[in-house]
């Protein structure tokens, strides 16, 4: 499965989708969308930091284990760091995959993942 990583500290501009091949029967994206609210208190924006070298790995190494699961094409990950203002997105993720369900659970699996132990912090 090919993997890109990308952290930046401006808006994310999704690059347009390539299919790797005529096989590819589902892309699947995920914006993450920083919100007014948060706990109840209303934001200007929320600072991300990323310790890059170690998220990369971590990330890869979810990415590796989540393809035997679910096996799809590809996976491109963006995140934000710096201050991220309120309605813009914090983080996309693109996955493709020749079916839908591959896709959507690769997806799903690797948003849960992202939160559990992938050095991004986030501060109000």
Avoid at 29 to 34: D, H, L, S, W
Wanted: proline content about 6%.
């Amino acid at each position: 499965m090919l993997s890109e990583i990308h952290f930046t500290a401006d808006p994310i501009v999704v690059p347009p989708e390539v299919l790797p091949s005529l096989e590819i029967g589902a892309s699947v994206e995920f914006r993450g969308i920083v919100r007014e609210m948060e706990n109840g208190e209303a934001l200007g924006g929320l600072q991300y930091e990323a310790y890059e070298p170690m998220a990369r790995m971590v990330l890869q190494r979810h990415f590796d284990e989540l393809a035997a699961i679910h096996p799809c094409a590809s996976v491109l990950f963006i995140h934000r760091t710096g201050w991220v203002p309120v309605g813009e997105a914090s983080l996309f993720i693109r996955v493709l995959s020749s079916h839908r369900r591959e896709a959507l659970a690769f997806l799903s699996d690797a948003i849960d993942r992202l939160k559990l132990d992938v050095p991004i912090w986030k501060r109000v």
